[in-house]
């Protein structure tokens, strides 16, 4: 399994981001998608995940209402647009893939494969 995250950038406070998550390897209908991300000095952090097949999805508090993730079957993409975004939203965001995750613990980073980071940075 591969994971290549994109579409991470710069840009200011109350902006909008989107980014991706090619996933490739094998079929993922077994599989939970999420996104964490992992501010310098901190723990690994749950952003949102979504099951491949059903399309379920869990967010973070701190992602309620501002995130929204999304995949693409056809083209085997996870997405996680990102607005009104703020300064603390700043840090490496990864993507990450679960096979048969028990789903109570979609907020826990017991993922199997992650790929690589991909900088966001917020400011004024």
Same mark, same amino acid.
């Given at each position: 399994?591969?994971?290549?995250?994109?579409?991470?950038?710069?840009?200011?406070?109350?902006?909008?981001?989107?980014?991706?998550?090619?996933?490739?390897?094998?079929?993922?209908?077994?599989?939970?998608?999420?996104?964490?991300?992992?501010?310098?000095?901190?723990?690994? @952090?749950?952003?949102?995940?979504?099951?491949?097949?059903?399309?379920?999805?869990?967010?973070?508090?701190?992602?309620?209402?501002?995130? +929204?993730?999304?995949?693409?079957?056809?083209?085997?993409?996870?997405?996680? @647009?990102?607005?009104?975004?703020?300064? @603390?939203?700043?840090?490496?965001?990864?993507?990450?893939?679960?096979?048969?995750?028990?789903?109570?613990?979609?907020?826990?980073?017991?993922?199997?494969?992650?790929?690589?980071? +991909?900088?966001? +940075?917020?400011?004024?």
């Amino acid at each position: 399994v591969q994971l290549q995250a994109s579409g991470g950038g710069s840009v200011q406070i109350g902006g909008s981001l989107r980014l991706s998550c090619a996933a490739s390897g094998r079929s993922f209908n077994n599989y939970v998608m999420g996104w964490f991300r992992q501010p310098p000095g901190k723990e690994r @952090e749950f952003v949102a995940a979504i099951r491949w097949s059903g399309g379920t999805t869990r967010y973070a508090d701190s992602a309620k209402g501002r995130f +929204t993730i999304s995949k693409s079957s056809a083209k085997s993409m996870v997405y996680l @647009e990102m607005n009104s975004l703020k300064p @603390e939203d700043t840090t490496l965001y990864y993507c990450a893939a679960a096979q048969g995750l028990i789903w109570s613990n979609f907020d826990r980073p017991q993922y199997d494969y992650w790929g690589q980071g +991909t900088q966001v +940075t917020v400011s004024s």
